[in-house]
Protein backbone atom coordinates (compact mmCIF):
# COMPACT_ATOMS: atom_id res chain seq x y z
CA UNK A 1 0.00 0.00 0.00
CA UNK A 2 1.43 3.57 -0.85
CA UNK A 3 2.62 5.37 2.59
CA UNK A 4 3.19 8.83 3.30
CA UNK A 5 6.12 8.60 5.00
CA UNK A 6 7.61 11.69 7.47
CA UNK A 7 11.21 11.44 7.61
CA UNK A 8 12.26 13.37 10.40
CA UNK A 9 15.08 14.60 12.52
CA UNK A 10 17.29 17.85 13.53
CA UNK A 11 19.25 19.90 11.13
CA UNK A 12 22.57 18.19 10.40
CA UNK A 13 21.47 14.80 10.91
CA UNK A 14 21.61 13.54 6.89
CA UNK A 15 17.96 14.28 5.62
CA UNK A 16 18.71 15.63 2.36
CA UNK A 17 21.75 13.23 2.06
CA UNK A 18 19.08 10.45 2.13
CA UNK A 19 16.64 12.00 0.36
CA UNK A 20 18.95 11.66 -2.69
CA UNK A 21 20.10 8.11 -1.99
CA UNK A 22 16.14 7.49 -2.14
CA UNK A 23 16.16 9.13 -5.83
CA UNK A 24 19.37 7.65 -6.65
CA UNK A 25 18.22 3.74 -5.25
CA UNK A 26 14.90 3.67 -7.30
CA UNK A 27 16.87 4.91 -10.54
CA UNK A 28 18.69 2.25 -10.51
CA UNK A 29 15.19 0.10 -10.38
CA UNK A 30 13.73 2.31 -13.41
CA UNK A 31 11.76 4.12 -11.27
CA UNK A 32 11.10 8.07 -11.90
CA UNK A 33 9.95 10.39 -9.11
CA UNK A 34 9.25 13.97 -8.53
CA UNK A 35 11.00 16.19 -6.57
CA UNK A 36 9.42 19.19 -4.22
CA UNK A 37 11.72 20.84 -1.86
CA UNK A 38 11.11 24.73 -0.78
CA UNK A 39 13.79 27.35 0.47
CA UNK A 40 17.02 24.78 0.24
CA UNK A 41 20.22 26.61 0.83
CA UNK A 42 21.72 25.98 -2.53
CA UNK A 43 18.52 28.43 -3.93
CA UNK A 44 15.28 28.19 -5.92
CA UNK A 45 14.72 24.68 -7.23
CA UNK A 46 17.30 22.74 -5.43
CA UNK A 47 17.82 19.95 -2.74
CA UNK A 48 21.39 19.80 -1.46
CA UNK A 49 22.78 17.63 0.91
CA UNK A 50 25.85 18.42 3.38
CA UNK A 51 28.26 16.45 1.92
CA UNK A 52 27.70 18.12 -1.25
CA UNK A 53 25.13 16.21 -3.62
CA UNK A 54 23.02 18.49 -5.50
CA UNK A 55 20.03 17.79 -7.42
CA UNK A 56 16.99 19.93 -9.35
CA UNK A 57 14.16 19.87 -7.99
CA UNK A 58 10.52 21.44 -8.16
CA UNK A 59 10.15 24.74 -5.42
CA UNK A 60 7.12 24.73 -3.54
CA UNK A 61 6.16 28.03 -2.83
CA UNK A 62 3.61 29.33 -0.96
CA UNK A 63 0.63 29.10 -3.50
CA UNK A 64 2.18 25.80 -5.22
CA UNK A 65 -0.29 22.22 -5.42
CA UNK A 66 1.89 19.34 -5.11
CA UNK A 67 -1.46 17.55 -5.91
CA UNK A 68 -2.17 19.46 -8.86
CA UNK A 69 1.43 19.39 -10.12
CA UNK A 70 1.69 15.66 -9.91
CA UNK A 71 -2.04 15.48 -11.91
CA UNK A 72 -0.63 17.38 -14.57
CA UNK A 73 2.22 15.39 -15.14
CA UNK A 74 0.60 12.35 -15.57
CA UNK A 75 -2.12 13.78 -17.85
CA UNK A 76 0.59 14.69 -20.08
CA UNK A 77 1.95 11.12 -20.21
CA UNK A 78 4.57 11.83 -17.92
CA UNK A 79 6.26 8.84 -15.47
CA UNK A 80 5.84 9.61 -12.12
CA UNK A 81 6.73 6.47 -9.83
CA UNK A 82 6.81 8.68 -6.33
CA UNK A 83 6.73 11.91 -4.25
CA UNK A 84 9.80 13.37 -2.60
CA UNK A 85 9.54 16.28 -0.36
CA UNK A 86 12.36 17.96 1.15
CA UNK A 87 12.48 20.69 3.49
CA UNK A 88 9.24 19.93 4.24
CA UNK A 89 8.70 21.56 7.49
CA UNK A 90 8.02 24.88 5.27
CA UNK A 91 4.85 23.71 3.50
CA UNK A 92 1.75 24.82 4.95
CA UNK A 93 -0.51 22.57 6.26
CA UNK A 94 -2.92 22.77 3.10
CA UNK A 95 0.36 21.57 1.17
CA UNK A 96 0.47 18.61 3.19
CA UNK A 97 -2.77 17.73 2.92
CA UNK A 98 -2.31 17.45 -0.72
CA UNK A 99 0.30 15.19 -0.57
CA UNK A 100 -2.03 13.24 1.95
CA UNK A 101 -4.46 12.88 -0.97
CA UNK A 102 -1.38 12.28 -3.91
CA UNK A 103 -0.60 8.84 -1.74
CA UNK A 104 -4.89 8.04 -1.14
CA UNK A 105 -6.23 9.28 -4.72
CA UNK A 106 -3.04 8.81 -7.35
CA UNK A 107 -1.77 5.52 -5.10
CA UNK A 108 2.02 7.48 -4.76
CA UNK A 109 4.01 6.99 -2.16
CA UNK A 110 5.22 10.34 -0.43
CA UNK A 111 8.33 10.45 1.28
CA UNK A 112 8.59 13.69 3.32
CA UNK A 113 12.05 15.11 4.75
CA UNK A 114 12.09 17.95 7.38
CA UNK A 115 12.83 19.11 10.81
CA UNK A 116 9.91 18.84 13.29
CA UNK A 117 10.53 22.00 15.67
CA UNK A 118 12.09 25.88 15.14
CA UNK A 119 15.23 27.10 16.54
CA UNK A 120 12.13 28.13 19.68
CA UNK A 121 11.49 24.75 20.36
CA UNK A 122 8.18 25.18 18.10
CA UNK A 123 6.03 23.20 15.54
CA UNK A 124 6.70 23.97 12.33
CA UNK A 125 3.02 23.78 11.02
CA UNK A 126 4.29 21.77 8.26
CA UNK A 127 5.89 19.41 10.47
CA UNK A 128 3.29 19.51 12.67
CA UNK A 129 0.53 18.36 10.21
CA UNK A 130 2.70 15.57 9.00
CA UNK A 131 2.63 13.94 12.61
CA UNK A 132 -1.02 14.37 12.11
CA UNK A 133 -1.76 12.47 9.00
CA UNK A 134 1.63 10.46 8.06
CA UNK A 135 1.13 6.79 8.07
CA UNK A 136 4.64 6.78 9.36
CA UNK A 137 7.21 8.91 11.03
CA UNK A 138 11.06 7.91 10.98
CA UNK A 139 13.29 9.59 13.20
CA UNK A 140 16.43 9.25 11.27
CA UNK A 141 19.01 7.82 12.86
CA UNK A 142 22.39 9.66 12.12
CA UNK A 143 22.67 11.73 15.50
CA UNK A 144 23.34 14.81 15.50
CA UNK A 145 26.09 16.21 18.06
CA UNK A 146 26.35 19.35 20.25
CA UNK A 147 29.67 20.66 20.47
CA UNK A 148 29.49 19.29 24.67
CA UNK A 149 29.45 15.71 22.76
CA UNK A 150 25.76 14.88 23.53
CA UNK A 151 23.11 14.19 21.07
CA UNK A 152 22.10 17.20 19.73
CA UNK A 153 17.77 17.14 19.98
CA UNK A 154 17.36 21.20 19.09
CA UNK A 155 17.79 23.48 17.02
CA UNK A 156 19.46 27.36 17.44
CA UNK A 157 19.60 30.26 15.41
CA UNK A 158 22.30 32.78 15.26
CA UNK A 159 22.51 36.07 14.64
CA UNK A 160 26.49 37.82 14.59
CA UNK A 161 26.97 34.54 16.51
CA UNK A 162 25.16 35.15 19.51
CA UNK A 163 22.01 32.41 19.69
CA UNK A 164 18.67 34.38 19.73
CA UNK A 165 14.70 32.93 20.83
CA UNK A 166 12.55 35.42 18.97
CA UNK A 167 12.01 36.78 15.16
CA UNK A 168 10.25 35.04 12.15
CA UNK A 169 9.99 31.18 11.84
CA UNK A 170 11.32 30.89 8.66
CA UNK A 171 14.67 32.85 8.07
CA UNK A 172 17.20 30.91 5.56
CA UNK A 173 20.49 29.83 6.87
CA UNK A 174 23.06 27.57 7.13
CA UNK A 175 25.01 25.54 10.14
CA UNK A 176 28.27 25.85 8.15
CA UNK A 177 28.12 28.95 7.92
CA UNK A 178 28.24 30.00 11.73
CA UNK A 179 29.83 33.43 11.16
CA UNK A 180 27.50 34.46 8.82
CA UNK A 181 24.53 37.36 10.15
CA UNK A 182 21.88 34.62 10.72
CA UNK A 183 23.77 31.05 11.32
CA UNK A 184 22.13 27.78 13.19
CA UNK A 185 23.56 24.98 15.51
CA UNK A 186 22.73 22.09 16.53
CA UNK A 187 22.20 21.59 20.79
CA UNK A 188 21.19 19.21 22.91
CA UNK A 189 18.23 20.90 25.18
CA UNK A 190 20.50 21.36 28.00
CA UNK A 191 22.89 24.06 26.26
CA UNK A 192 20.13 24.97 24.16
CA UNK A 193 17.94 25.82 27.60
CA UNK A 194 21.14 28.02 28.59
CA UNK A 195 21.52 29.67 25.19
CA UNK A 196 25.23 28.11 25.56
CA UNK A 197 26.36 27.59 21.76
CA UNK A 198 29.50 26.53 20.82
CA UNK A 199 31.11 30.02 20.60
CA UNK A 200 29.57 30.94 23.40
CA UNK A 201 31.11 27.86 25.31
CA UNK A 202 34.64 28.88 23.95
CA UNK A 203 34.17 32.22 25.04
CA UNK A 204 33.15 31.33 28.67
CA UNK A 205 36.44 28.95 28.70
CA UNK A 206 38.56 31.85 27.33
CA UNK A 207 37.05 34.31 30.04
CA UNK A 208 39.60 35.85 32.60
CA UNK A 209 37.01 35.45 35.16
CA UNK A 210 37.52 31.32 34.62
CA UNK A 211 40.86 30.46 35.50
CA UNK A 212 42.34 27.32 35.55
CA UNK A 213 43.74 26.18 39.08
CA UNK A 214 46.90 27.80 39.50
CA UNK A 215 46.35 30.59 36.50
CA UNK A 216 46.85 34.52 37.06
Known amino acids: MPEL ?3 SGT ?4 KSTLALQLVHNRANRGLQGVIFTRDDRAGEGKISSRLGLVSDAVEAGPEFDPYAYVVNELSRG ?3 DYVIVDEAQFLAPDQIDQLARIVDDLELDVFAFGITTDFRTK ?21 AMCWCG ?10 DGAMVVDGEQVVVGDVN ?7 YEVLCRRHHRRRMTGAAARAAALSP ?8
Do not use: W, Y
Open 5 to 7: VFF
Open 78 to 80: GKV
Open 123 to 143: LFPGSQRLIELADRIETLQVE
Open 209 to 216: DVLPVGGV
Open 11 to 14: MDCG
Open 177 to 183: RPAQEVG
Open 150 to 159: ARATHNARTV
